[in-house]
């Protein structure tokens, strides 16, 4: 069997499409052709039963503190200990047991219970902007959207909301590549953001709320409890897991219907579509378009040999656009019926599925009914620029619609 590394196969690097319609065009014939792309770091899998076999395999794991120590981010830093205690970069017992108290506290009915705050967040950005007839979504509707939702979430008073999206803003530098780069920045945001929730925290010790906060303070199971450290690290980890990817998030969902006038239509007659509409829009341009894991054993995948220690891609983009496991995947169609067994992979899969998952899709769908009822038409407005490559989450910087 060929290692991958000797096998003739596409190469992908970052910016190598100039948007999202030439990146889907680029996967398909990749997909068709191998099982297999090569990446920057490693192999790129492409297929849909390959991605999510892999998601479920002991042989891999999640990038760890790998990726912090690539990034530059020096050991006992304060982001360093604060990426220590993130989910997404634990594995094995520690990821069992901080998951399972963080999952008790975050139910569904805290999920629901934000449901007017994301609707009142939705359309008074709407309202701001309505009159005009048009504006960069991502400025006015998509960037702001999030952080009131995620403070309601926590337990953080509206007066701090600028605080917290320059935080948000800062801490989310620590995903990067080149985040060594910005340490400074990084430390002296999370240095502020522990000093606050620090304070929070002594409050609803002596007056419980009915908040994420509270609840994650009071959460025990056999006498097992979150360390304040923990604590400060799980809010920072809702902050940065849940701003950036629903802002992004809903660029791609915006800029997916621009391009679809004719499902705008349907939605607008249809508002009950609205949470298929919003599972189709979040499968055709989803923010996060590639998981990173590494190889703990020699893997064989597609006919190939991965060596141990490869850094391997999971391609979540690629995955969801494959006729293997979604007849007609290459249309945009809000009133799909998807067949049995189909796993949409926006979210991820396996031990690190995205915990705030519900909450997305609520959002989501907030914003889509909104926007569906208040623009009878929705079309670009010039070029919509994507991220600048490399990127960790796939999204617009800037994305200029009309509605007139
Ligand atoms: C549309 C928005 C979102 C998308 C596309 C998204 C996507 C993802 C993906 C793909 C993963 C798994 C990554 C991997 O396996 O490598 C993940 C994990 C996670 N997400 Fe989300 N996410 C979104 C919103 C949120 C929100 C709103 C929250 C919470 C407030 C959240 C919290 C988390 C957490 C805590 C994890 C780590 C889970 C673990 O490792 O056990 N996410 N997300």
């Known amino acids: 069997m060929s290692t991958y590394a000797d096998a003739d196969l596409p190469q992908f690097y970052p910016g190598m ?41 002991k042989r891999l794991r999640g990038p760890g503190m790998d990726l912090a120590r690539l990034s530059g981010i020096p050991e006992g830093s304060r982001a ?20 399972r108290l963080v999952a008790k506290a975050f139910t569904p009915r805290s999920v629901e219970a934000l449901r007017p705050v994301t609707r009142r967040t939705i359309a008074g950005l709407v309202d701001a902007v309505a009159e005009q007839g048009s504006c960069d979504a991502v400025a006015a509707l ?71 906060l509270s609840n994650l303070i009071s959460v025990e199971e056999q006498g097992d409890r979150l360390s304040p450290s923990e ?33 705008w239509s349907q939605l607008r007659a249809r508002p009950d579509l609205v949470a298929g509409a919003v599972e189709e829009a979040i499968r055709w341009e989803p923010a996060t378009e590639a998981l990173p894991r590494m190889a703990l054993e020699d893997l064989q995948i597609g006919g190939y040999l991965v060596p141990a220690g490869s850094v391997v891609i999971l391609m979540s ?34 031990i690190h599925y995205c915990l705030g998952a519900n909450l997305a899709r609520l959002e989501l769908v907030e914003a889509l009914d909104e926007l569906s009822s208040r623009f009878p038409t929705l079309r670009l407005d010039g070029e919509a620029v994507l991220n600048p490559p490399g990127s960790p989450i796939a999204g617009y910087a800037s994305l200029p619609i009309t509605w007139r």
């Open 142 to 212: 998509c960037d702001p959207f999030p952080i009131p939702v995620i403070c309601a979430l926590v337990g953080v008073e509206a007066e701090r909301l600028d605080d917290m999206s320059r935080w948000a803003s800062s801490i989310l530098q620590s995903l990067r590549l080149d985040a060594g780069e910005h340490l400074a920045e990084i430390e002296q945001a999370q240095a502020e953001l522990d000093e606050h929730i620090t304070d929070l925290i002594e409050q609803r010790r002596k007056a419980p709320r009915d908040d994420l």
């Open 80 to 99: 360093w200990k604060r990426q220590e205690q993130i989910l997404l970069f634990m594995e094995g017992d520690d990821h069992h047991r901080l998951r």
């Open 317 to 350: 983009m690629s995955a969801n656009h494959d006729e293997a496991a979604l007849p007609g995947a290459d249309r945009f169609d809000i009133g799909r019926q998807t067949p049995d067994g189909w796993h949409l992979l926006t979210f991820g899969g396996g």
């Open 231 to 263: 604590l400060l690290s799980v809010v920072a980890m809702m902050l940065v897991a849940g701003t950036d990817t629903t802002r992004n998030q809903l660029s791609n969902v915006i800029h997916t219907f621009a391009e679809h006038p004719d499902q």
């Open 17 to 57: 499409t100039a948007d999202a319609a030439g990146t889907r065009a680029v996967f398909l014939a990749a997909r068709g052709n191998a099982a297999l792309a090569r990446g920057v770091f490693g192999p790129l899998v492409m297929r849909h039963h390959d991605v999510i076999e892999l998601l479920r395999d």
